[in-house]
Each structure stands twice: as structure tokens, then as C-alpha cells.
């Protein structure tokens, strides 16, 4: 009973995670809502040491790194804002 209530507790809690992301991705663009789904690889990791022990090796890091510094790289080259391109047309 006591492992069923957990399991279902992770259900709800999984499921309201999901529906808040949805609607942070229909307010705001996904360039700025991505990197907080970044925080799912630090929950992974420390729930690997807690409940299991496990921690990830060198490649894994690398992957953990080059993911997160790619979603860092595009967050930050969002965020300069991108250029205007200079229209003319002559009035006549």
C-alpha cells in the first residue's frame, strides 16, 4: 500500500510538472522556457546517488555539459536580440 501511494504521489506530481511546462511553453518562447528544463538532468543525477548510488561517468558529464552550454549559448543568443534589417523604399 505504503509503495502504491508513492508510486501514484510521483503520478500527480509528474503530471502537474508536464502541464505547468505546456503552459510556460504557450506564454513564453521556447528559448527562454528550455533551459529550465535543464534542471531535469541535476534531479536525475542526485536522484541516481540518493536512491541508487550511481554516479554518472566522465562521458555522461560531457553530455550533461555539452547540453546544457548549448542550451546556455542559444539562451544567451536569444536574449542579445537579433538585428534589424534596414528596409528602404523610396517615396514617391
Known amino acids: 500500500a505504503f509503495d502504491a501511494m508513492l508510486m501514484m504521489s510521483c503520478g ?21 522556457v528550455t533551459p529550465f528544463e535543464y534542471t531535469g538532468m541535476i534531479w536525475s543525477v542526485l536522484y541516481g546517488w540518493m536512491f541508487w548510488r550511481q554516479w554518472p561517468d ?8 555539452i547540453i546544457i552550454g548549448s542550451g546556455l ?15 528602404t523604399t523610396k517615396a514617391e
Open 12 to 32: 500527480v506530481i509528474a503530471a502537474a510538472g508536464l502541464t505547468l511546462l505546456t503552459q510556460a511553453y504557450r506564454i513564453a518562447e521556447a528559448s527562454v
Open 58 to 65: 566522465a562521458t555522461a558529464w560531457g553530455g550533461i555539459a
Open 73 to 87: 549559448y542559444i539562451l544567451w543568443r536569444e536574449s542579445r536580440g537579433r538585428p534589424e534589417t534596414a528596409t
